[in-house]
């Protein structure tokens, strides 16, 4: 079955990484969440997608240059205005604190291929460890060397190298780098790829997958996973999938 996982939480209609886009994601039936972290300027596990706080928070600046302290003051759900109560940009700890009361997979992509963040790794992987969450978590990149390091350091945790562009047999790439799964973009994605990998042991789960045609397709190549902003349509089309092979 391909497992849907929510971008950034159910971001299509919630503010993304949020805890509420989080938990609205499992509400709606996903079987995954994807989020991003960086650091604080002190050194805190943060989750945020930019470099900078100004396209989803009310603030300015670079997430690096804040403190904890005044990330947390900051409204990241000001820009749907649906949303009236303030959303704060959530800690990974409070993230995975989460997760131990659910049964949701986590794919967290270490967002440090502008800025190094020395030691995001390790802190990283220690939070995992300590909410014994190393069975459900995917640990993503487009830095290869950072999904390399967290084997290293972390052989127990899954990984799987982003790619934005075509890669020559990516299943034996994976491999190589000792990732169980590959996360390409999907207009990359190759029909042929998705068949090699799957049927290498290397799971497949494109992102951000939106349209329903699109969605149908993966699914009915047998993608391991689905990286959409939009989970409920997706999981629509999969029971609609389901429903059709049974007849």
Not at 81 to 100: A, C, D, F, G, Q
Not at 138 to 152: K, L, P, Q
Request: contains cysteine; hydrophobic residues 35%; aromatic residues 8%.
């Amino acid at each position: 079955m391909t497992l849907i996982f929510a971008h950034r939480g159910y971001s299509a209609l919630y503010p993304e990484n949020t805890m509420l886009a989080f938990k609205e994601a499992e509400k709606a039936g996903a079987e995954g969440i994807e989020l991003d972290v960086q650091l604080s300027k002190d050194g805190e596990v943060v989750v945020i997608h930019d470099e900078t706080v100004d396209r989803t928070t009310n603030g300015k600046g670079y997430v690096k240059d804040l403190t904890y302290a005044e990330l947390k003051r900051l409204n990241a759900g000001f820009r749907m205005k649906m949303n009236l109560k303030k959303e704060p940009i959530p800690s990974l700890r409070e993230v995975l604190k989460w997760l131990t009361g659910n049964s949701l997979i986590c794919n967290i992509e270490l967002k440090n291929s502008i800025f190094p963040y020395q030691g995001m790794e390790e802190k990283v992987i220690e939070l995992i460890r300590e909410y014994r969450l190393t069975e459900r978590i995917i640990i993503s990149s487009f830095n290869h060397y950072s999904i390399v390091n967290c084997y290293r350091r972390a052989p127990e945790i899954e990984t799987a190298p982003l790619m934005g562009q075509v890669v020559y047999m990516p299943w034996i790439y994976a491999e190589s780098i000792r990732a169980k799964g590959i996360h390409p973009k999907y207009k990359t994605l190759k029909d042929e790829v998705v068949k090699k990998s799957e049927e290498s042991g290397v799971a497949v789960r494109p992102y951000t997958v939106n349209k329903e045609k699109d969605m149908v397709h993966f699914i009915k190549l047998g993608c391991s996973g689905l990286i959409t902003d939009d989970p409920v349509r997706a999981l629509r089309v999969r029971k609609q999938i389901d429903k059709e092979t049974k007849y």
